[in-house]
């Protein structure tokens, strides 16, 4: 079996043409029967063929009523067509690999790197970079997001031969992007063994933490991960109301409190109740805390005392195309 969505093929749409429009399209493109094919009042066409029939609809002005949807995604209206058709530049760029990952220090108490987050640059034929709130979106209209999860875990876990000893990668993934983990991920993970790295350097990394519906699901994804001998993490921890639940539900090795909390926390009472709550929930189990966009050294300060082990954000380094040459990060400079 394999993972759906998460290769590139040529895109198939599916239109729900009301019935009396039916006849009136099969004859104004009986030239070409073979690029569309009908069951009932549903339309399968190709994403080519799609654009001359919508172009027709729009100039009859008999776009009232007909719905259209990428291949395994919601109805949506035609009014939202030509923002899909916008995105076929995604296609090129997933199948051409146009990524680069960026590397961003995470540090220890004491300054030591522990490890990198990857993050994904891509790149247009400009060389111009597209960032992550462009791209992403675009994937999600296009229903794309299964390819784009894929190769960014994937180029990302290519990237651990560049760090130093025992450093960890921490690499995002989208749980929803991810239908069924023995499959969706058996090509990261045979990945990443190939590379005869222990897999504990390997840290998984739950994006948009806060919009998972599926907790099952997650749990999975999870179980996965750990067969495997893979460590994970929970992101943007504090954002989602029901946060504290999940860890006590999910207990991963990592959390990493969200930015929101921890820039300002050094002088706000209300995030450091938070931030203290999610260190308590995670060393009630083991866990390790790691704050993330630090900018200030007083918050680092204050979250250092109060027992945060790992610290991530522009004061120590911003996101680079290359590892740092140092395996410590002078925190005294601050």
Same mark, same amino acid.
């Given at each position: 079996?394999?993972?759906?969505?998460?290769?590139?093929?040529?895109?198939?749409?599916?239109?729900?043409?009301?019935?009396?429009?039916?006849?009136?399209?099969?004859?104004?493109?009986?030239?070409?029967?073979?690029?569309?094919?009908?069951?009932?009042?549903?339309?399968?066409?190709?994403?080519?063929?799609?654009?001359?029939?919508?172009?027709?609809?729009?100039?009859?002005?008999?776009?009232?009523?007909?719905?259209?949807?990428?291949?395994?995604?919601?109805?949506?209206?035609?009014?939202?067509?030509?923002?899909?058709?916008?995105?076929?530049?995604?296609?090129?760029?997933?199948?051409?690999?146009?990524?680069?990952?960026?590397?961003?220090?995470?540090?220890?108490?004491?300054?030591?790197?522990y490890g #990198?987050?990857? &993050?994904?640059?891509?790149?247009?034929? $400009?060389?111009?970079? !597209?960032?992550? *709130?462009?791209? @992403?979106?675009?994937?999600?209209?296009?229903?794309?997001?299964?390819?784009?999860?894929?190769?960014?875990?994937?180029?990302?876990?290519?990237?651990?031969?560049?760090?130093?000893?025992?450093?960890?990668?921490?690499?995002?993934?989208?749980?929803?992007?991810?239908?069924?983990?023995?499959?969706?991920?058996?090509?990261?993970?045979?990945?990443?063994?190939?590379?005869?790295?222990?897999?504990?350097?390997?840290?998984?990394?739950?994006?948009?933490?806060?919009?998972?519906?599926?907790?099952?699901?997650?749990?999975?994804?999870l179980r996965?991960?750990?067969?495997?001998?893979?460590?994970?993490?929970?992101?943007?921890?504090?954002?989602? #109301?029901?946060? &504290?639940?999940?860890?006590?539900?999910? $207990?991963?090795?990592? !959390?990493?409190? *969200?930015?929101? @909390?921890?820039?300002?926390?050094?002088?706000?009472?209300?995030?450091?109740?938070?931030?203290?709550?999610?260190?308590?929930?995670?060393?009630?189990?083991?866990?390790?805390?790691?704050?993330?966009?630090?900018?200030d050294i007083?918050?680092?300060?204050?979250?250092?005392?109060?027992?945060?082990?790992?610290?991530?954000?522009?004061?120590?380094?911003?996101?680079?195309?290359?590892?740092?040459?140092?395996?410590?990060?002078?925190?005294?400079?601050?």
């Amino acid at each position: 079996m394999d993972c759906l969505n998460c290769t590139i093929h040529k895109r198939e749409l599916t239109f729900n043409i009301p019935k009396q429009l039916k006849s009136l399209i099969t004859k104004e493109f009986s030239h070409d029967t073979s690029s569309y094919i009908w069951k009932e009042n549903i339309l399968h066409t190709s994403e080519a063929a799609s654009n001359d029939m919508v172009d027709f609809l729009r100039e009859m002005n008999l776009t009232s009523g007909v719905t259209f949807a990428p291949l395994h995604k919601e109805w949506s209206s035609l009014d939202t067509f030509d923002d899909y058709r916008k995105t076929s530049w995604l296609d090129e760029l997933i199948k051409e690999k146009s990524i680069k990952m960026y590397f961003q220090p995470i540090i220890t108490q004491t300054g030591e790197i522990y490890g #990198y987050e990857l &993050l994904a640059r891509f790149f247009d034929k $400009e060389e111009a970079i !597209i960032y992550p *709130d462009i791209i @992403f979106p675009a994937a999600k209209l296009r229903g794309r997001t299964f390819a784009l999860d894929r190769l960014c875990r994937m180029q990302a876990v290519k990237q651990i031969k560049r760090l130093y000893g025992n450093q960890k990668a921490f690499i995002n993934f989208i749980p929803t992007a991810i239908y069924q983990p023995e499959y969706c991920l058996r090509a990261t993970t045979d990945l990443a063994h190939s590379l005869n790295i222990t897999s504990d350097r390997f840290v998984f990394e739950v994006v948009e933490t806060e919009k998972v519906d599926d907790i099952e699901h997650l749990k999975s994804i999870l179980r996965y991960y750990k067969k495997n001998g893979f460590s994970y993490a929970l992101d943007d921890v504090g954002s989602g #109301y029901n946060t &504290l639940d999940l860890l006590g539900e999910l $207990e991963p090795p990592f !959390i990493k409190l *969200d930015m929101a @909390f921890a820039q300002g926390v050094s002088h706000s009472k209300e995030k450091q109740l938070i931030a203290k709550s999610f260190l308590e929930k995670a060393h009630s189990y083991g866990g390790l805390c790691l704050a993330e966009g630090i900018e200030d050294i007083a918050d680092f300060h204050w979250l250092k005392h109060q027992g945060y082990e790992l610290f991530q954000g522009y004061l120590f380094g911003k996101p680079l195309p290359d590892p740092l040459i140092d395996k410590k990060i002078n925190i005294g400079q601050f």
